[in-house]
């Protein structure tokens, strides 16, 4: 067998992984948090060119990690966002995930008004005790959301890294531009697993 597999025991497999991530990625301008944030996003998805796109506004990480601190709730946009998120550490920080995509009275709304289900679920169930919304699938839900948090005293995280190639990078580049709190990653790459992946590497921060 001319392939030669690395030899790692099961518990070592994912530090392993971060070094080599380390190791390729060089020097780089990030701090510590942010690091170990564009680090794990690398880890989720194979592809070094998050370390490019990624984006994060002034204070959003340490935003993202008061409000697990204070108990906040995290409010997706699908379920597969909320399936990547460990909810067993959320839940030592007194918080919980909330997706709404499949409510039947956010299905009947998003059908009388023609709108996304994700669209209806973040309009309607984004109030103050939502601390971070994550949004990985629908570039309609981040819309709604940046519309949303002007109305609001004390505005979430947004972490918004929708992938696709309708509206995902516009509306990237509109969370960027309205000068928002947020986390994402330009261009039409994202996905559930990178907002998860961020969701989770905060956690691992507010932790320590």
Known sequence: MSVKLQEVAPGDIEQESFNIIE???????????????????IHATGDFSFAENMRFAPGA????????????????????????????????FGGEVICKVADQEVARKAKEEGTTRSEMAI????????????????????????????????????????????????????LVEQNNCYITSLGRKGGSPIAAAIINAMMKLAAK
Do not use: C, H, W
């Open 23 to 41: 190791k390729e990625l060089g020097p780089t301008e990030f701090d510590p948090a942010t690091f170990k944030i564009v680090q794990r996003v």
């Open 61 to 92: 990480i340490e935003a993202g990690i008061k409000a697990l601190k204070a108990g906040k709730n995290i409010l997706t946009d699908v379920n597969m966002v909320a399936a990547g998120i460990n909810k067993t550490m959320l839940a030592r």
């Open 123 to 174: 309009s309607m169930y984004l109030d103050e005790s939502i601390g971070i919304v994550a949004m990985g699938n629908a570039p309609t839900a981040l819309v709604a959301s940046i519309k949303k948090v002007k109305e609001m005293s004390e505005p979430p995280l947004l972490v918004g890294v929708p992938v696709g190639f309708v509206n995902a990078a516009e509306s990237k580049a509109l």
